[in-house]
């Protein structure tokens, strides 16, 4: 079944995730945040503070629900506390959609907080296809699936990630949640190429990007989402303008927040890269 | 054990031992060898895990000072986290420390106190009873009627004035004086609305809002400050009470 972004899911245009530290500035609502990116788990709560943010910023902007621990990967089973919690916030929010990563977080009940890499192999596959229709039939909603940044790969891989991440998405009638700069990360820390893997990706299944900044260490570069996105990043968003359209386009930073108005300008930065790309191609 | 299986048993005990010479199936290149890569998942793994605690244990740090990165640093060599969301995580801490530090009873006693202040936050919300709908009882309706008390507010007994501390952090003061008291002091913790609030409650407080959260009857908690003060004495403390309860969000309803 091949399936095209503009069946179902809107464009949202530019946007940024949804951070404590810039909640006063964002309920103002500066005209170039179009859709805020919001942190599922810091929502999956009972009652409090955080939801009743939550509901003022429901009014002001389209929302979209971004998850960390879904596990999608593990061989645990599925937790099913947390997909209960997910769909009542899905519900709640009624989010443009619902993404989480192309990952595992932990296995034999033990949680790790961290997107681990899976090894690229046809097991793997039918295991992450088996449990990503799993969680769209619970959800009533097809998810998206974020490629993640990675550090180690595995002997047995048999396959290339963007390889993985294609098929994943056509056998699960999934969609794509592209993270540019973990394709950047990981292509520099793997020695592939990141043209490679945007060639690599079905062009119908991407519905959103994410840009982010990373930190290069003595050997791997790391994703620390928390600084300034890179010129190279840059250069590769513009490349994935090119390949896949009008995708809806966010900045995620995850720490070292900088006040509100440097986000917007880096969001402007993207904006000024696609437009006229999409000018010229419409 | 299929091979997916036994490559994340792999990763997760090679992340967890960060000493292990064991190395899962990964890649060698010319870039990194294994041993590098696998440090990154090692090395991040434990700052996520103590910056998830530091969220939520400020008044910890104020009383543990220069000993508080090596308590939470062994607090995650030796907790792997069993929920899926990280802000459960330092659920354990206070049993930890109480365990392994009995020596510092304070550091217990305040990781207690930093967690009910984090779990009231996000709490379930829940109704108010206000002084208006209390004057709306009718006289002869109040000897059976039970109060009831906010479900999500915590009591803790204090040997040490750890609620000095909290307070000390929250207002970025300095750090206090430990303090040991001759007798356990009680601390209250609650939400009203979407303000979290710890306070002392006298011994009347204590006996009468435990009694309460029992469902005992209204005439019951009349009773226990009769016992203390005399039935005249009583109804005041009772009335001041309610008076207190009200204004603070503390009763939920009453059954």
């Keep these: 079944m091949t399936a095209s972004r503009s069946d179902s899911l809107p464009y949202l245009g530019y946007g940024l995730g949804l951070r404590v530290d810039h909640y006063e500035a964002l309920l103002a609502k500066p005209a170039q945040v179009q859709w805020l990116e919001v942190v599922s788990e810091n929502y999956m709560v009972d009652g409090g503070l955080p939801l009743v943010w939550l509901d003022r910023f429901r009014e002001r902007y389209p929302l979209v629900m971004h998850g960390v621990s879904m596990s999608i990967g593990s061989t645990d089973p599925l937790d099913e506390d947390y997909l209960a919690r997910l769909a009542a916030l899905a519900r709640r929010v009624e989010p443009a959609w619902v993404s989480d990563h192309l990952c595992w977080t932990g296995v034999q009940g033990v949680n790790l907080h961290d997107l681990m890499p899976l090894p690229y192999t046809e097991e793997a596959l039918s295991h992450v296809v088996s449990r990503v229709l799993c969680v769209q039939d619970r959800l009533k909603r097809r998810i998206l699936l974020e490629n993640v940044s990675s550090y180690v790969s595995f002997a047995q891989s048999q396959l290339t990630e963007w390889e993985f991440l294609a098929e994943v998405a056509e056998r699960a009638d999934c969609l794509i949640l592209l993270d540019i700069n973990n394709v950047h990360v990981s292509a520099m820390n793997h020695g592939f190429s990141a043209l490679d893997y945007l060639r690599g990706i079905p062009a119908s299944r991407v519905q959103q990007f994410h840009l982010a900044g990373y930190e290069q260490g003595e050997q791997l570069i790391i994703d620390t989402h928390d600084a300034a996105v890179s010129n190279a990043v840059w250069d590769l968003y513009v490349q994935a303008v090119r390949r896949f359209g009008r995708v809806s386009t966010m900045i995620e930073r995850d720490d070292h927040f900088p006040p509100l108005p440097e986000l917007i300008a880096e969001l402007e930065h993207a904006r000024v890269l696609a437009e006229p790309l999409l000018k010229d191609a419409a | ?255």
Aim: with cysteine; proline share 4%.
């Design chain 2, 1 to 255: 054990m299929s091979t997916l299986q036994a490559i994340q048993q792999q990763m997760l005990e090679a992340v967890l031992a960060a000493n292990s010479s064991a190395l899962p199936p990964i890649r060698s290149d010319a870039i990194a060898d294994a041993h590098s890569r696998l440090a990154v998942y090692q090395h991040g793994y434990r700052i996520r895990l103590r910056d998830a605690l530091k969220n939520e244990f400020a008044g910890l740090e104020r009383i543990a000072g220069r000993s508080f990165n090596a308590l939470l640093d062994a607090y995650v060599e030796t907790h792997p986290s069993g929920h899926y969301n990280i802000r459960w995580y330092g659920a354990g801490l206070a049993n930890f420390l109480q365990g392994a530090h009995s020596d510092r009873p304070q550091l217990s006693e305040m990781a207690r106190l930093d967690w009910a202040i984090s779990t009231v936050f996000d709490a379930a919300d829940e109704p108010s009873l206000g002084i208006t709908e209390l004057a709306g009882i009718p006289p002869d309706a109040w000897a059976g009627l039970r109060l009831l008390p906010q479900a999500n507010l915590h009591t803790l007994d204090c040997a040490y004035n750890v609620d000095a501390f909290r307070r000390a952090a929250d207002r970025g003061e300095a750090r206090p004086h430990l303090r040991r008291y001759a007798r356990p002091r009680r601390l209250l913790v609650w939400r009203q609305t979407m303000s979290v609030h710890y306070r002392r409650m006298d011994a009347d407080e204590w006996q009468v809002l435990a009694a309460a959260r029992r469902g005992e009857a209204f005439a019951t908690l009349c009773a226990i400050l009769a016992e203390r003060h005399g039935e005249t004495a009583a109804m005041g403390r009772m009335v001041a009470l309610l008076q207190a309860w009200a204004s603070a969000g503390l009763l939920r309803g009453i059954g």
